[in-house]
Nanobody
Framework: QVQLVESGGGLVQSGGSLSLSCAASGLTFSRNAMGWFRQAPGKEREFVAAISRSGGDTSYADSVKGRFTISRDNAKNTVYLQMNSLKPEDTADYFC???????????????WGQGTQVTVSS
């Protein structure tokens, strides 16, 4: 049974930082590209960042480029999202996902976590 478990969400002031983690089990982690998506209340789920199987290639949504960093540790079956210079508009539930290749589209991923909430106060 595949499980993706996010952690690290919380409440932070504007300009602050948070580090999210997503621990994977039940799959061969190093054979999966990983992505982070987010969904704010009343809005559609949107792409945040993706990383290739080896970690050598990354991509980001324009809205987070330069502020967020995605990384992975295949030995620990974990993908991370370091979020700096947070803004109130970053407030959302953040989800990690696993799939065959890095993609900016949710349909490109097969497995999803339950999400972790991030709230940025102004």
């Amino acid at each position: 049974q595949v499980q993706l478990v996010e952690s690290g969400g919380g409440l932070v002031q504007s300009g602050g930082s948070l580090s999210l983690s997503c621990a994977a089990s039940g799959l061969t982690f190093s054979r999966n590209a990983m992505g982070w998506f987010r969904q704010a209340p009343g809005k559609e789920r949107e792409f945040v960042a993706a990383i290739s199987r080896s970690g050598g290639d990354t991509s980001y949504a324009d809205s987070v480029k330069g502020r967020f960093t995605i990384s992975r540790d295949n030995a620990k079956n974990t993908v991370y999202l370091q979020m700096n210079s947070l803004k109130p508009e970053d407030t959302a539930d953040y989800f990690c996902a696993a799939g065959p290749a890095p993609s900016g589209r949710a349909l490109g991923y097969v497995y999803w976590g339950q999400g972790t909430q991030v709230t940025v106060s102004s």
